[in-house]
């Protein structure tokens, strides 16, 4: 009995003694994002199904507060040349760590996986791929991408004589249902119902901007933002505000808990607002829309990527890519796509059996997913970052009446004249 104890014993020591070896062998990678919320809480389990489906590889996530926070973290992390393995980052980002030199060339990892083809390439949408390539390189990869979308209140245009199921297509037609859709019905001069409301977006004029037939920089990389078609957009919104009256102007969550409330009928943002208000009760038909439209119907894509930084440790960077080589599949981009209303970042996925059933629930939603196909991207150089941040305060003093749209927007591009020229002279130093 003793002696069978005795092995008993030996056994587990050994068994121990292997498990604890296999754990060792495990590459652990760090991934820096700024995701939190439902957002958070769907990559957070995806993470979770991959490092148990992953067995020599371990993600562990270290959440950060916001993007601007994200931001000064990872600079102050690559000064003091402790980065993480992944990190999610805007294209103006990419450009100063490329320039750094810590970023894994993403070509490179693929041209050393057997199990990555150029199918694999071909599938991702092409305003990604463009998005994240850098003088002809791949130095980051599409992870949560957006763009903008309509939510309506099916029950307020029924109400208002308005067919439920078409929501405007054209600048012309949205104005005139924002007018339709704006009721007083006390005649004390406040309406009691808005067409809409307005937050001020930089992201919301781009795509305007864009619409118009205009560009945030010309061929040789100038400011565009005062072209006639900048001021044309700008003027699209401040008419709707000061002349019109049927758009009210709202700060932060102000214009989605409206929406929510029913005091606007229509509502404007990203793609992925739904999952946010999906976290309150929605006591209303609600239907979804892509962006009207004017010349053009380009819609600007936003959101992240995610880039993978040097470390001198090949298994962790390969261990890195294969994190992200699994969370673009296919299946798992459609998943997230389904999930949060990000979207996919792969043309297959539009038919996964996931998106499939996502679209039979909510058809509507193909109108927004077809955005993908004409949709642009912002500048990549680090000067947009800032000049960006900047465009905010333009916009509100045109929106608030304070300047006329061309005043506004002549200010700006000065200003961003001014960024790119102090990018230069520092690049320069």
Same mark, same amino acid.
């Given at each position: 009995m003793?002696?069978?104890?005795? *092995?008993?014993?030996?056994?587990?020591?050994?068994?121990?003694?292997?498990?604890s070896a296999l754990q060792s062998e495990k590459v652990k990678i760090t991934f820096w994002h700024g995701l939190s919320g439902p957002l958070g809480d769907t990559l957070n389990e995806m993470i979770r199904e991959f490092n148990r489906t992953h067995k020599n590889v371990e993600v562990i996530t270290n959440p950060i507060s916001s993007y601007t926070a994200l931001s000064q973290k990872l600079m102050a +992390?690559? &000064?003091?040349?402790? &980065?993480?393995?992944?990190?999610?980052?805007?294209? +103006?980002?990419?450009?100063? =760590?490329i320039e750094a030199g810590v970023l894994c060339n993403f070509e490179e990892l693929m041209r050393a996986d057997t199990t990555w083809t150029k199918e694999d390439l071909e599938d991702i949408y092409p305003v990604f791929l463009k998005s994240n390539t850098f003088n002809d390189t791949i130095y980051s990869f599409p992870f949560n991408k957006s763009v903008r979308a309509y939510f309506y209140n099916k029950d307020a245009f029924y109400r208002a004589?308005?067919?439920?199921?078409?929501f405007p297509a054209t600048w012309n037609e949205f104005r005139l249902y924002c007018r339709k859709l704006t009721t007083d019905t006390n005649n004390d001069g406040i309406p009691e119902t808005y067409g809409t409301n307005f937050n001020v977006n930089e992201w919301q004029f781009i795509n305007l901007l864009y619409q118009?037939?205009?560009?945030?920089?010309?061929? *040789?990389?100038? @400011? &565009?933002?005062? +072209? @006639?078609?900048?001021? %044309?957009?700008?003027?699209?919104?401040?008419?709707?505000?000061?002349?019109?009256?049927?758009? =009210?102007?709202? #700060?932060?969550? %102000?214009?989605?808990?409206?929406f929510l409330a029913g005091?606007?009928?229509? =509502?404007?943002?990203?793609?992925?607002?739904?999952?946010?208000? #999906?976290?309150?009760?929605?006591?209303?038909?609600?239907? =979804?829309?892509?962006?009207?439209?004017? #010349?053009?119907n380009k819609s600007a894509v936003s959101g992240t990527n995610i880039v993978i930084f040097k470390s001198g440790d090949k298994k962790r960077e390969q261990a890195a890519w294969e994190f992200i080589k699994w969370f673009t599949d296919t299946n798992q981009t459609a998943r997230w796509s389904a999930d949060t209303c990000y979207m996919p970042v792969r043309k297959s996925a539009m038919q996964s059996a996931i998106l499939k059933n996502f679209l039979k629930d909510y058809p509507q939603f193909q109108g927004i997913y077809n955005q993908l196909e004409t949709a642009v991207f912002e500048p990549q150089i680090p000067a947009w970052f800032k000049a960006r941040l900047e465009l905010k305060g333009y916009l509100e003093k045109a929106m608030r009446g304070i300047s006329t749209p061309? %005043?506004? *927007?002549?200010?700006?591009?000065?200003k961003f004249k001014s960024i790119i020229y102090e990018e230069q002279y520092i690049k320069n130093l």
């Open positions: 003793r002696k069978l104890f005795i *092995l008993a014993i030996t056994i587990f020591v050994l068994l121990a003694g292997c498990k +992390s690559i &000064q003091a040349k402790k &980065q993480p393995d992944i990190a999610q980052v805007f294209e +103006s980002w990419t450009s100063k =760590y004589g308005l067919d439920p199921n078409h118009a037939g205009g560009a945030i920089l010309d061929e *040789l990389g100038n @400011p &565009q933002l005062n +072209s @006639p078609q900048g001021i %044309e957009a700008l003027t699209f919104i401040t008419d709707l505000l000061n002349k019109d009256k049927t758009v =009210y102007l709202v #700060r932060e969550f %102000e214009g989605q808990n409206d005091i606007a009928a229509m =509502y404007e943002g990203s793609s992925v607002s739904i999952t946010h208000m #999906r976290q309150q009760p929605i006591n209303f038909n609600i239907g =979804y829309a892509p962006l009207p439209t004017y #010349r053009t061309k %005043e506004a *927007l002549d200010e700006m591009n000065e």
